[in-house]
């Protein structure tokens, strides 16, 4: 069987999960389309040098998101559909595949929007295709991963996810690397998490609760501290069978009290009043400055997750812990970040296209059969090393 594919965006993520749904997901057709038509043709061209043995059937195009009439041209006919573009798009870009009769999914990072799509439930079920939102990194693979953990135990408890991008050793004045967009890496950094503490739902203020983390050589301690959209709709989902569900993401030792100390400044405001009156736009000025100065395309990244599930499990205690390191791959040209993002969201792309996830607006820990994706990880290049 061969499925239709749209990806939507040709940025970092969109080109790799264009990549793996081509390699590894039984693709007749693959339509990647951005706002300028020069990205889209770059990343098509790009492509197919890597793709000459499979052949790969892949088309550019032109799409403006933010115009409906623009999107409807371009996924007409698809199966399923990938949005790598920014989230806040991503709920109308929902009602416009309910209304083509195409799946979607996409890399999400933000809880209101995804709650926003999934109430489409109803007209997603009865136009019998299927959306689930959040299914990159985290969100994504780590609550995958914290759902199948849960789902291996009698009386789970706890669940802690702990996941971050980083340089494969700090470098630069925050020991990072700026390997994913800057409004994301923000938005991140940004209003508060949202967990489970003693089986209720709390908020916690982002870039609070610093904690030492270690990972094998040659990463070593880091630091966690909480940020917003990590959990997705985890809390809401397990609400009532766990004690403890909570998202921090991992960085070099020393990145969170320089990150604090630029929101105090107000670094971060779009728009802040001098005492003279002057109007400053420090936002602006910064995504510049983290665009251009944490660049370092010499320096490979990697990418570290670890998904730790406690509990009881007939009638004893039971830890399950998931670990991911991914790497830069110097074949194709693909970071560390793009791979863990785009190729677990391609895998769910093609589960959707198989009719392996039923009609409707779920959750990914919900919608997704757990053990088969965990099987069919390996396939795409993904290999999560699991500990009881």
């Known amino acids: 069987m061969k499925y239709r594919y749209v990806v939507l965006g040709a940025g970092r993520q969109g080109v790799a999960l264009a990549y793996d749904l081509a390699r590894h997901c039984e693709a007749a057709h693959i339509t990647l389309a951005d706002q300028s038509p020069e990205v889209a043709h770059r990343a098509v061209s790009r492509l197919q040098s890597l793709l000459t ?19 409807a041209r371009v996924i007409g006919g698809a199966d399923v559909v990938a949005s790598a573009v920014p989230y806040r798009f991503n709920a109308v870009l929902t009602d416009l595949a309910i ?46 991963l914290a759902a199948h953990g849960i789902a291996g135990m009698d009386e789970p408890q706890h669940v802690h996810i702990r996941c971050g991008g980083l340089p494969e050793s700090p470098v630069g004045p925050l020991a990072y690397k700026l390997s994913f967009s800057f409004d994301g890496l923000i938005n991140e950094y940004s209003g508060h998490g949202e967990f489970l503490r003693d089986g209720q739902p709390v908020n916690v203020e982002a870039l609070s609760e610093l904690e030492d983390i270690d990972f094998p050589a040659p990463i ?41 100390a630029l929101f105090a400044l107000g670094c971060f405001d779009e728009q802040v009043k001098g005492a003279d009156g002057t109007v400053l736009r420090p936002r602006e000025a910064l995504r510049r400055l983290f665009e251009e100065r944490l ?8 990418v570290v997750l670890r998904c730790t599930v406690r509990g009881r499990h007939k009638g004893a205690p039971l830890t399950r812990q998931y670990d991911l390191l991914e790497w830069h791959d110097e074949r194709t040209g693909f970071t560390a970040m793009e791979r863990a993002t785009a190729f677990p969201a391609a895998l769910v792309a093609y589960m959707q296209a198989r009719g392996l996830i039923a009609p409707g607006a779920r959750p990914a820990e919900v ?10 990880l390996p396939r795409h290049g993904i290999r999560v090393a699991t500990q009881t």
């Not at 052949?55 to 999107?71: E, F, I, N, Y």
């Open 295 to 302: 660049a370092f395309p010499e320096v490979p990244d990697v």
């Open 99 to 144: 209304a083509a009769g195409a799946s979607f999914c996409d890399l999400g990072g933000n809880t209101a929007v995804v709650r926003r799509q999934l109430a489409r439930h109803p007209r997603a079920a009865a136009a019998g295709v299927s959306i689930v939102p959040d299914c990159g990194l985290a969100p994504g693979l780590g609550n995958l």
């Open 53 to 71: 043995e499979e052949g790969a059937p892949l088309a550019a195009t032109a799409c403006d998101v933010s115009q409906p009439a623009d999107v």
């Open 220 to 260: 070593g301690r880091c630091e966690a501290a909480v940020t917003s959209g990590g959990t997705s709709t985890g809390p809401d989902t397990f609400r009532g069978r766990l004690q403890t569900y909570d998202y921090k993401t991992v960085r070099y030792p020393g990145h969170f009290a320089v990150i604090r």
């Open 367 to 376: 919608a997704v059969p757990l053990q088969q994706y965990l099987d069919e």
